[in-house]
């Protein structure tokens, strides 16, 4: 996860440099300088078409992880990031932009399968009682990524013009590092178990996570969640948008993961100079001022981290979502009085630093968590594929239209984030049960009412299709 937030941010410093590169290659080409709506044009889907991989990346992934498994999913996966990486760092060198586009197309394949497979093997390798910490990581590792990038980008390191390729070919220093630590990692046990019904290798997997010889209990529970599914054939998306015991659960996915991309965060990652300079920030200064934006973030999403199992999932979601709006509103404000009052640059700076801490508290990451705990073994991988369909499809709709959101309201642009946050937190309000500490059984308890379903139903209903059989 740390590529996916190093991708989002790294494209911020050397956007002036990559945009005079399109220009004098469109010029070397044909002769003459390229218009402003086509250099718009094609610095958008150089951000935005990043998201168009993370989608194929995410629709893909349910086969490749039922038939390498998570592991090896998250190890072979480095192919495409060294590939992107190889592709964007030379396109300068070979004078061809196009490589650059495509470089950022397939890294976003990376990113959507990372961002299915990473939640999908912690939720599966992780006790119940860590199972919420362990999960942030995704979120914590995402915002140290876009630190990272922010870091690399300052004009004494990456952030010049003839340094700006290193800032993506960086990007094959984490990809060997995962390729040399994780074949020391066991697969996931419940995989093993459940789908590769290898019970040796389940067990030495646990021993290796749990750092214990006796891993019966764990094994046995697993089995049990087996016995109550009378089947572990993975679920289609059809057939688990069919299944009315999971209803509730489905919806609840595509909201959180709605919201997490809509809520307008990715706005303030993308065009965080733009905000700068309209708060009235020095142009040199602006490049340090982001760090702090990166910073706190990484903080942010350690906290949560850190409290996720005593609070629970739902304050930690819900009380993020409500105070972005807050902050939403007042940064609303600072920004169209900035001029008439000399100290509102400072606070529209303070508002943004609140917007970005109170979504890593909560909305940064337990999203990926909901949707590893709300499902069984057989109906994660569908799941993931819907959670991750949604999530790059918003994240493409907000890179691609905040600009002409931004042009369009000016100052009152943001109210629209607020707005859906508000919407996202009373959703949550009235429909989402806590799950900190739950197995997959009680979670399900939890929705059966709102399913409409009896208990009994639920363990029937997994498989609309096998219903006579069962």
């Known amino acids: 996860s740390f590529l996916y937030g190093y991708n989002l941010s790294v494209v911020n410093a050397p956007a002036a440099y990559i945009k005079k590169f399109y220009n004098e290659t469109w010029e070397r080409r044909y002769g003459f300088s390229v218009d402003e709506s086509t250099l718009t044009l094609l610095w958008s889907i150089t951000v935005s078409i990043f998201a168009i991989g993370g989608l194929v990346g995410a629709i893909i992934v349910t086969p490749i992880v039922k038939f390498f498994g998570r592991k090896r999913t998250l190890l072979l996966n480095n192919l495409f990031a060294v590939t992107a990486a190889l592709l964007m760092s030379l396109s300068l060198l070979a004078g061809s932009f196009e490589m650059l586009i495509l470089g950022r197309i397939i890294m976003g394949v990376d990113a959507g399968i990372s961002l299915s497979a990473l939640p ?3 939720s599966e390798i992780s006790p119940k009682e860590i199972r919420g910490s362990l999960g942030q990581v995704t979120a914590i590792f995402i915002c140290i990524g876009v630190f990272t990038g922010q870091v690399l980008g300052l004009p004494e390191i990456f952030g010049q013009e003839p340094r700006w390729p290193y800032l993506f070919g960086a990007i094959i220093v984490p990809s060997l590092i995962q390729v ?13 178990l459940l789908e590769k019904h290898n019970t040796s290798k389940a067990e030495k997997a646990f021993q290796t996570f749990l ?19 009378r089947n572990t054939k993975l679920v289609s998306i059809l057939q688990l948008l069919r299944t009315h015991a999971v209803r ?5 996915v595509v909201v959180t993961m709605g919201c997490y991309q809509l809520c307008g965060l990715n706005a303030i990652w993308y065009y965080t100079n733009n905000i700068f300079s309209e708060a009235g920030i020095n142009h040199e200064t602006i490049p340090y001022v982001t760090l ?3 910073a706190v973030e990484t903080v942010a999403a350690v906290f949560s981290g850190l409290v996720i199992e005593r609070l629970g999932r739902r304050p930690l979601l819900i009380g993020g979502f409500g105070l972005m709006v807050v902050f939403f509103a007042v940064l609303t404000v600072s920004l169209t ?9 400072y606070l529209s700076i303070f508002c943004i630093l609140a917007i970005i801490a109170s979504f890593c508290i909560g909305p940064g990451g337990i999203p990926f968590v909901l949707t590893g705990e709300f499902f069984q073994q057989s109906q994660r991988p569908a799941a993931f594929m819907i959670a991750g369909t949604v999530n790059w499809l918003s994240n ?3 890179g691609l239209l905040f600009p002409f959101i931004q042009a369009g309201l000016q100052t009152y642009c943001f109210l629209v984030f607020a707005a859906i946050c508000l919407a996202g937190a009373t959703y949550l309000f009235f429909v989402l049960p806590e799950t900190k500490n739950k197995t997959f059984h009680e979670i399900s308890q939890a929705f059966a009412k709102r399913n409409k379903v009896s208990l009994e139903m639920q363990e029937m209903n997994h498989y609309p299709g096998e ?3 069962t």
């Open 120 to 122: 999908m093997y912690l």
């Open 180 to 192: 040399v630590i994780l074949p020391f990692l066991p697969e996931s046990p419940r995989y093993l």
């Open 211 to 229: 750092g214990k010889d006796d891993v019966s209990h764990e094994v046995e529970e697993v089995l049990a969640e087996s016995r109550v599914q």
């Open 248 to 252: 509730w659960q489905v919806i609840t």
């Open 292 to 294: 702090s934006t990166g």
């Open 337 to 345: 009085l900035q001029k008439t009052v000399h100290w509102l640059p």
């Open 396 to 398: 493409f709709a907000v």
């Open 467 to 469: 219903r006579k059989s």
